[in-house]
């Protein structure tokens, strides 16, 4: 197994899978409920018997109540198909420790996906190592896992929103995406995207990584700071007032996505580097919802 994910984790994991909020529409077999009726083994209900109907559904024990014909009706089964997008941009590398994270929750629904039977597939936005087509089984997981573990960010000052605008294109109809970034730039490609992902019935789900000092910074003094990205240089003495703009203005951009999310019943899940991945798993998304037993 990989090392994003310790062995005790996964052992954890193996126990829960991905919960989708809405009934599944695939065009493989899985181990979802799906809207069709098929042959599965999960009961929906009667009908009557019409010609041409299979005389092995018919229902002999409520034709001895009624001395009417009724068929039986199953549930099929589908699979989900399950987009990872992975922000490879150069602000994703700006830290080791953010980098790492990003792939680790990468690794997650990895896990989750293959191990209960569910199509996935994964996209390093922006980066130069290519997409991994849809694979599904359990079989998959490790070779999966080493493919994260070896996506290399953008050579090149590259934008995340443009990117993940020309991959969402490509992506399947009725999918559950998965978009793991830190949506430090100007949401409104992100936005596009997201738009086009429920024009495709898709289920959408962000994973915000951020470090610490992103979110709260405790830098003092007189400091040039380089854009990681345009390279940009500018000098600036952070002093308490600046502190607070920049943290206005962070909570700005935040509530802005938000805002925008909950409009389109989107939740946009936070992941701090500094609290631990398993709180980010077992506590924020099994609280919205995302992942259950």
């Known amino acids: 197994m990989s090392t994003l994910l310790s062995p005790v984790l996964t052992k954890r994991l ?11 529409r695939g065009g493989h077999k899985g181990e979802r ?23 092995r559904q018919i229902d002999w024990n409520t034709y001895a109540r009624t ?16 987009s990872v997008y992975i922000d490879s941009t150069k602000s994703m590398g700006i830290h080791e420790e953010k980098w790492l994270r990003a792939k680790q929750m990468a690794a997650v629904f990895t896990f989750l996906s293959l191990a209960n039977s569910d199509r996935l597939s994964v996209t390093p936005v922006a980066s130069s190592t290519r997409a991994y087509p849809y694979t599904k089984g359990k079989a998959m997981t490790k070779k999966v896992m080493d493919y994260i573990e070896d996506v290399s960010l953008a050579p090149e000052n590259e ?13 399947r109809q009725g999918s559950f ?10 949401p409104s490609k992100l936005f596009s995207s997201i738009k086009k992902m429920q024009a495709k019935r898709q289920q959408v789900l962000l994973i915000q990584v951020l470090l610490p000092e992103e979110k709260d910074p405790n830098y003092a ?6 854009d990681v990205e345009s390279s940009g240089e500018r000098d600036i003495s952070m002093n308490p007032r600046v502190i607070k703009q920049y943290r206005e203005r962070f909570e ?31 506590s924020s998304l099994m609280k919205k919802g995302w992942i259950g037993r």
Do not use: M, W
């Open 252 to 282: 700005e951009h935040t509530n802005q996505i938000k805002s925008f999310c909950n409009k389109r019943g989107i939740d946009l899940v936070p992941c701090l580097t500094s609290d631990s991945l398993e709180e980010t798993i077992f």
């Open 14 to 24: 193996a126990n829960f899978s991905l919960t989708t909020r809405q009934t599944v």
């Open 177 to 186: 995406s998965i978009v793991i970034s830190d949506f430090l730039e100007d």
């Open 159 to 171: 934008a995340f929103g443009d990117h993940l605008l020309k991959n969402v294109d490509r992506s």
């Open 221 to 226: 003094g007189d400091l040039k700071l380089i």
């Open 67 to 82: 001395e009417k014909y009724y068929i039986k009706r199953f549930l099929d089964e589908q699979e989900l198909p399950v």
């Open 33 to 55: 409920r799906s809207q069709r009726l098929g042959s599965s083994l999960e009961f929906s209900d009667y009908r009557l018997y019409s010609p041409g109907d299979d005389l």
